[in-house]
């Protein structure tokens, strides 16, 4: 038997959007472990796009945007049975005016962010829970300590407020049952949205340095980590924010970049 006690289970995947994605390794580790995955996409679209690496593979629509999608989902998932539990690897931001400073974020821009990126995870939860057994667990996928990044702009509070959304939802759900919520905070990570973020190279490249290995974290690494909260084995942890991202954070004064920093212009 495997250590991690995934086989037979069964996970709901939202946020698949690439090969390169956190919801498509961490659906393969799961697969791997022999669980059984249904993998959410956010329209008919997307999931025609992804046809070739989602094949036969169990699949559900919902853009978490539209409250009609997430009150259709239930209905979609009850062919598959009950759910050991789910991950949300949502996140979207449309940075109309482009980067500015935080205190000239556009409202409409950081509300919808926050419904998509936050909000919807306290959704899918509500809708989710009759499908839940009693002792699922639910992950969240959140950001590590590059959260001040200017480059990543407003969405660091929003992914702030994931985090403690997962705290609060934890404690609601232990009025009537053992489900568990939890996120991984990730590091930065070379994936297809993140290509996106102006200067993101830049910012990535100096975490690599920042870690104490002096490599890079992979999607794999953060993937296994969720795997591992979604098991069993994680029973003792409920409402926490687990940190992976090889040491960054408390190795701000490593010796090569602080030279590199102090080196004469």
């Known amino acids: 038997m495997s250590f991690l006690q995934l086989s037979g289970k069964?996970?709901?995947?939202m946020g698949l959007g690439n090969r390169k994605s956190v919801a498509w390794v961490l659906g393969q580790t799961l697969e791997a472990e022999g669980a059984t995955v249904v993998y959410g996409v956010r329209n008919a679209q997307r999931r025609d796009e992804l046809a070739k690496l989602l094949k036969d593979r169990p699949t559900v629509l919902c853009d978490v945007e539209h409250e009609a999608d997430l009150q259709a989902l239930p209905a979609q998932l009850e062919a598959y049975?009950?759910?050991?539990?789910f991950v949300h690897s949502i996140a979207f931001a449309n940075y109309s005016e482009g980067f500015v400073p935080f205190h000239e974020t556009n409202r409409q821009d950081f509300l919808q962010a926050t419904q998509v990126s936050s909000f919807s995870l306290?959704?899918?939860?509500?809708?989710?829970?009759p499908l839940l057994q009693p002792q699922a667990s639910v992950v969240a996928i959140?950001?590590?300590?590059?959260?001040t990044a200017p480059t990543y702009g407003y969405m660091s509070p929003i992914k702030s407020a994931l985090e403690g959304s997962v705290r609060f939802l934890a404690k609601s759900f232990s009025a009537d049952t053992e489900v568990r919520f939890n996120t991984v905070n990730a590091g930065p990570l070379k994936t297809k949205s993140s290509a996106g973020i102006p200067n993101y190279l830049n910012n990535y490249l100096f975490a690599e340095k920042l870690t104490m290995r002096k490599r890079a974290l992979t999607t794999q690494e953060v993937a296994d980590t969720a795997a591992y909260l979604l098991s069993p084995r994680s029973s003792g942890i409920n409402a926490q924010g687990i940190t992976v991202n090889a040491g960054m954070d408390w190795n701000y004064f490593d010796e090569e970049v602080v030279r590199l920093a102090m080196r004469p212009e």
């Open 10 to 13: 069964r996970f709901l995947v």
């Open 81 to 85: 049975g009950p759910l050991d539990g």
């Open 122 to 129: 306290v959704e899918l939860s509500r809708v989710l829970k």
């Open 142 to 147: 959140g950001i590590s300590s590059y959260v």
